[in-house]
């Protein structure tokens, strides 16, 4: 039972830190900082809509294709980190078969690139 | 594993797979090169692209042909190579050539112009050929995944036409449910036994005993996931209903392509996952595949009896013989198996030459329109050689004697009576009965009904007449000598009993 408390004392010591700067933080915000509410100010964050519509209405796509595009490229950090970490252990086979994997979504870069996926107008 | 004994023995058994592979790769760089290339003009890739399709798909033909080895489990065991997925293969690229063929016309007409068309459903086909050869759960779900990711954008295809975006939406749910539902199941299976190998499964089972009911109850419903999900793929009966839907909304060169193509793959890796790893839990299985098969047979007939639209129709026509070859899968025998494969090889046969007439419908000003049953009036003095085909392969699929789809049906019945089916098979053989309704009448609007001005003629593309032959001469052959293909049905059941 010693053991499990002196393992897990750091992470206990990192939940505390991070609760104590989150509410310093924002509770120094709240009490030095200037309160001048208005509708813009107090409206929940939306980047490039209006907060409060009907969200059934016309919607640009090229949101989606930027999504799509980044959790693409996003999933071949993933796969590189653990790949790049066991690099040794894994010998020319390992090797090699990420450079298959990093050929081919070559091609799908090429191809997105060509019909104009990337660029905003 | 060692790097160099992979490409020995392994890497020769996945060439046609590699060289499809490799071929998807080529194509995308060619078509996203070419097509946006302001030197040559932003030229239209759609017929070039069919016909290196058909050729790509041609080589992977002879390559699968050119196999080393008669039964080899590859790639730590979680790929499967045997006279089954050789043959299945075989009659899958066949097939997927057949389709491609038959449907450069209407995509002419369709204005799909995008090559991305071919790259996905060359790819779907990849996913196909490896869902074919898997022998590992986790083989056998990303197989799946692949070939019905690419299936949900095929069923999009025309962007303009708000009916297929809502045929791809409509797909894509039901599908991603149902992989979830096979997910679980997967997951369960791997918490109850801690292995996805198909072989493991079945040496696990055999020392399980009656000290193990949770284990067997939990594995039943593992099995339950796994069955609605495969039931779900292949739109049997209480898990059909995106069927018609997505067979109407989707331009028809893709209905073509999931209405013939993904069965008999599924059925053949179901199949073997059921017989090889789950056959002790064979009367759970049994319980489910006739439930479903009962049902598909009696929703099928019956509901296609109100349908006023020939792409329903057929879904619901799909739907029914979709209930028979389930029933011919839970006979759980030799002969039951081979009459799956027999049936399932004489309604793809059927289907090319009813897709085939109805594509011959299809011109430049009706496109938009789906077609309805009054469409087909008139053929008869319109193309009598087009009616007469029809004709053959609508009492081919309604089972009347002179052709190959009688004795597919018989079969089945037979086996069934065997197994000692005999509440199932009566129900199927009434149901059949009232299904050869609805066949009669579409000939009776061929032959008998006359429409005064229809409007248009019914030119049949070179691709599609040549198509129109070739089935309907095997749909007529094969009933005077269906020896070859039952010999044939039989090795295949071999491969799994």
């Known amino acids: 039972m010693y053991f499990l408390i002196e393992e897990y004392l750091p992470i206990f ?68 980190f653990p790949w790049s970490i066991v690099l040794g252990q894994i010998t020319s086979f390992g090797f090699w078969t990420m450079f298959d994997f990093l050929f081919e979504l070559l091609v799908g870069f090429i191809y997105i690139w060509k019909i104009g996926a990337l660029e905003w107008q | 594993m060692d790097f160099s004994l ?60 050119n196999n080393s080895a008669s039964f080899l489990i590859v790639y730590s065991s979680s790929f499967i190579f045997d006279l089954l997925t050789l043959n299945v293969k075989q009659f899958l690229l066949f097939s997927a050539i057949l389709c491609l063929f038959i449907s450069e016309h209407s995509l002419k007409l369709g204005q799909i112009n995008q090559f991305e068309y071919f790259i996905l459903i060359l790819c779907s086909i990849l996913g196909l050929l490896f869902l074919t050869s898997s022998f590992d759960l986790l083989s056998l779900y990303l197989s799946i995944e692949m070939q019905s990711l690419c299936f949900y954008v095929l069923a999009a295809a025309k962007k303009d036409s708000s009916f297929s975006t809502e045929a791809g939406l409509k797909y894509f749910i039901i599908g991603s449910f149902s992989s979830g539902l096979l997910l679980l199941g997967i997951s369960f299976l791997y918490g109850c036994t801690g292995t996805t190998h198909f ?18 109850s939990l594995v039943q419903k593992a099995l339950l996931c796994i069955f609605i999900a495969f039931f779900f793929k292949i739109a049997a009966a209480p898990f059909h209903m995106w069927s018609p839907d997505v067979y109407e909304g989707s ?91 027999f049936y399932l090889i004489i309604y793809m046969l059927t289907s090319f030459t009813i897709w085939s007439v109805i594509l011959s419908l299809n011109t430049s000003t009706n496109l938009d329109k789906s077609k309805t049953l009054i469409d087909l009036s008139s ?119």
């Open chain 2, 251 to 341: 331009p028809i060169s893709s209905t073509i392509i999931f209405a013939i193509l993904p069965k008999i793959v599924l059925f053949s890796t179901f199949l073997r996952l059921f017989q090889t790893s789950f056959a002790y839990f064979g009367e759970t299985l049994l319980f489910f595949s006739i439930g479903s098969a009962l049902c598909s047979v009696i929703i099928g007939s019956f509901v296609a009896l109100k349908q006023k639209k020939l792409k329903r129709l057929l879904a619901y026509s799909s739907i029914s013989h979709v209930g028979y070859l389930l029933l011919a899968f839970s006979c759980n025998s030799l002969e039951g198996t081979q009459s799956l494969f």
């Open chain 2, 6 to 65: 992979l490409f020995q023995n392994n890497f020769k058994m996945f060439l046609p797979e590699f060289f499809l592979a490799t071929s998807i790769l080529v194509l995308t760089l060619h078509g996203s090169l070419i097509s946006t290339s302001k030197i040559l003009g932003f030229p239209l890739l759609l017929k070039s692209f069919n016909k290196m399709s058909i050729l790509i798909l041609g080589f992977t033909f002879i390559l699968v042909n």
């Open chain 2, 379 to 497: 053929l008869s003095t319109v193309n009598p050689l087009l009616a007469f085909t029809a004709l053959v392969a609508f009492f081919s699929l309604a089972g009347v004697p002179p052709l190959a789809g009688f004795f597919a049906k018989l079969e089945i019945f037979v086996n069934c009576l065997g197994s000692s089916l005999f509440f199932a098979g009566f129900v199927a053989i009434l149901s059949s009965v009232i299904s050869s309704f609805y066949y009669i009448r579409l000939i009776k609007t061929i032959y008998f009904e006359k429409v005064i001005d229809n409007g248009f003629k019914f030119s049949v593309s070179r691709s599609c007449s040549l198509i129109l032959c070739f089935s309907m001469f095997f749909l007529v052959f094969l009933f005077f000598n269906p020896s070859l293909l039952f010999l044939q049905t039989h090795k295949m059941a071999l491969c799994l009993f």
């Open chain 2, 199 to 216: 072989d493991n499964f079945s040496l696990l089972f055999s020392e399980i005993d009656s000290s193990h009911s949770f284990l067997t």
């Open chain 1, 13 to 80: 010591y990192i939940f505390v830190v991070s609760v104590s700067l989150a509410l310093i933080i924002l509770g120094a915000s709240f009490f030095l900082g200037n309160h001048k509410p208005d509708s813009q100010k107090v409206s929940a964050y939306e980047c490039g809509f209006n907060p409060y519509e009907d969200s059934r209405n016309k919607f640009e796509i090229r949101f989606y294709i930027l999504a799509i595009l980044f959790i693409i490229f996003d999933l071949e950090a993933i796969f590189i």
